[in-house]
Each structure stands twice: as C-alpha cells, then as structure tokens.
C-alpha cells in the first residue's frame, strides 16, 4: 500500500525561511533531482501570525508564501518529478488569533487559555474535544486529497497517544497511502509509537548520538543508539537526520570538520528514513540560539538560483549524492539493523543488515590508521575517514 515510504528520502525545507515563497521553491526541484532525493518535507505553510507555528487557519497557504494556485503548481512539479510532499501539521498549538469556540481550547485551573512551553504567543488545544479531532481529521484529508502523501505531527509528544491513533485511523481510511511521523524528542519512542498508530517518530537519539560520538571521541555513545534504534525499527521506521530547523547546523555542530563525512556515512547506511535539512548538502552554516530570532541562523533564505551557491558547498553536495547512491543501490537500509562491532572509542565497525542482505559502514576519528578485519580481509581506514566495505 505504501511502497513508496522503503524509498524515500526527503529534503526538508522551511519554506518562510527559504524566501520566494512557493514559486521559488519550485524552481529548486530539479537542484533536489540532482542531489538524488525523491521527498519534499516542508516545515509550515498554512497561514500564521509570524513563524509558522502560530497558525491561524490550517486550510489556506500563508500569504507570504503564496495561494491554493502556487500550491497546486508546487504538487503538480513535484509529481511530475516523482517527489513524494510531506507537511507540518502543527495541531498541538496554535496562534493567539486561531478563530475556534473556546472549549476547543484547554485551559488552566485559573480558567486562562494553557500556552506552550511558556510561548504566551501559542495556545493549545483542548484534544480531549470531539470537535477538535475532527477538524485535525478534516485538515489533514483535505490536504492529502490535494496531493500531499505525508504529515509530520509537530510537538507530537505533546498530544495523547489516542488522540493520533483516533486521528490517522480516520484518515487513513480514506488515504490508505499517507504516512505519519511524529515530532518526538525524547522518551520511550517504542511505546509511543504503538500507542499512536503513527509509522514515525523523529529520531533525536540517533541525532544526539551522532555529532556527539563523532566530537567526543566516544563511539559507545553512538553503538547504545544504534542498539536503541534497532528497537524502535520492530515498531516503525524513525525519521531520520543530521539537521533540521531545529537544531544547530551539523557543520557547525561538529568540531573537527573532517567527520561531516562520518556523520552521513551513519545518516544512509543505518535503518529508517533519512530527511536532509536545505543548505545541509552546502555546508550551510548555523548555530541555533535560545533567545527570540534564535532560529532564524539555521532558517536561512536560499538564493535565486543555484549559481549564487558558493562554491565550497559543492564537494559537501557530491558526497551527499555519493552516499544517496549507496542507499538506492541497497533500498534494504531502510529496515536494517545495525550493530557496532571491533569497537573502541575512536573506532568502529557498523554493520547493517536485513536477511541476507548486509553493508559495512568502516568509521575512524582517531589520529592514526585503524586495521579493520571484514569478511576475513584487512582494510585500513586512515585517521579521521571512513569507508564503505565493498562500495
């Protein structure tokens, strides 16, 4: 029924940051053929009062980025491309003026309308309301019906498990193809997973675990991960990724930059579905702050036209479509299970498989050469690089 989610990867995009709005982004479609990814997930589009987070009305195109026309031009683009569309809905919260009869909203004891995470601009929803599990439902078929093929659920954890099971077993009675993943940060992801009904969660450990392992030196961070990842794998396939709006950019992130290359090495030959933050094939830059227009350095507006790239980004985007080839030439990955093996803080040995199939991902941080035994042969892996065993 949903084939098309074991091939899939994303590039993620917010679209109030790219800047051009909707038509613009058109325009890059054929920069992401390019770079080999079948997925557009766009961060939020509907109409808000600033970020897109604050929304106001789920069923029109913020102004900002365009109208119903340029929509239907962007999914008309992008199915002609073979580009699979995921949304944000962001159905935790909404803006301050969100139109809605106030039992849709949950409240405090003192009677005040809740906000979220002490966002005064962000009121959220009352999901123990009938009605406002309906008007999810209805926001989400309707956009389905309009060619989207996925929702990523903002602020997942956040929402009652029921209520997304109650949600997405509506939906999908009508778009049996859509797929779901959840926004969760941390937690037991297994369980949410299985009482949610929904086919994903983001997968922040692994993130975590990634850009940390590789700075710190300590691959027994990254080995627990994988471990933890293979469990969530028996229940769904994680999003998976080295950045989005969210977070710090992964260039910037890591403190020696000659382990970007290590970091995608784990993002393509781990299970689960990989989604690659815009500018993150440059190596965009970017550091997240806690403080208002924190994120606006990892939301960056993208340029006309891919001649205005600078030029060092460039290597950045072949390794990218090195490494998206390795994944269509072993579609498997999506569901394999990786374990570390000839581990030592600095060294490791990922090997992911699924049946009889199998990869081995070779990864050094240390300063000096490491001998790998693979298959009963000997490879050595310079210090701070990494191979592919057999690629």
Not at 60 to 78: K, S
Not at 270 to 284: A, H, L, R, T
Request: aromatic letters at 12%; hydrophobic letters at 40%.
């Amino acid at each position: 029924m949903r084939e098309w989610v074991d091939h899939v990867i994303w590039w993620h995009v917010y679209p109030l940051g790219f800047g051009g709005g909707v038509r613009r982004l058109t325009g890059w479609l054929d920069y992401a053929v390019e770079l080999g990814v079948n997925g557009l997930q766009l961060g939020p589009i509907f109409a808000s009062e600033t970020h897109g987070y604050d929304t106001t009305d789920h069923f029109r195109i913020d102004p900002r980025l365009g109208d119903d026309a340029d929509f239907d031009a962007l999914i008309a683009a992008c199915q002609e491309r073979g580009l699979q569309v995921m949304l944000d809905g962001v159905f935790n919260h909404v803006g301050r003026s969100f139109q809605a009869p106030e039992h849709w909203f949950k409240l405090t004891p003192s009677g005040e309308r809740a906000v979220f995470e002490g966002h005064g601009s962000l009121v959220e929803l009352n999901h123990d309301e009938p009605e406002v599990l309906d008007y999810v439902v209805r926001v989400m078929d309707h956009w389905l019906g309009r060619g989207a093929t996925a929702w990523r659920l903002d602020v997942a954890y956040g929402v009652p498990p029921a209520f997304w099971k109650a949600a997405v077993d509506r939906v999908r009675q009508n778009r049996p193809e859509a797929w779901f993943t959840g926004e969760i940060i941390q937690g037991d992801y297994v369980t949410f997973l299985r009482e949610s009904g929904l086919d994903s969660i983001t997968q922040y450990e692994l993130w975590k675990a990634i850009w940390s392992s590789l700075n710190d030196g300590n691959f027994y961070e990254l080995a627990w991960a994988l471990k933890r990842n293979n469990e969530v794998l028996e229940a769904g396939l994680p999003l998976t990724f080295v950045g989005n709006h969210d977070v710090t950019r992964i260039a910037s992130k890591l403190t020696d930059e000659r382990h970007l290359g290590h970091a995608l090495a784990v993002l393509f030959t781990v299970g689960g579905v990989p989604s690659i933050y815009y500018g993150d094939e440059q190596s965009f830059q970017g550091v997240k702050e806690d403080r208002e227009g924190g994120d606006d350095a990892v939301r960056p507006a993208f340029p006309e036209s891919r001649d205005s790239l600078a030029p060092y980004g460039w290597p950045t985007f072949h390794l990218h479509q090195r490494l998206i080839s390795v994944r269509r030439r072993h579609p498997w990955l999506v569901r394999a299970r990786t374990t570390a093996e000839q581990l030592t803080n600095t060294a490791v040995a990922l090997v992911s498989a699924d049946g009889d199939c199998r990869l081995v991902t070779l990864l050094n941080v240390g300063d000096e050469p490491q001998r790998f035994v693979v298959d009963g042969s000997e490879i050595e892996v310079p210090g701070h690089e990494w191979r592919i065993a057999g690629e």
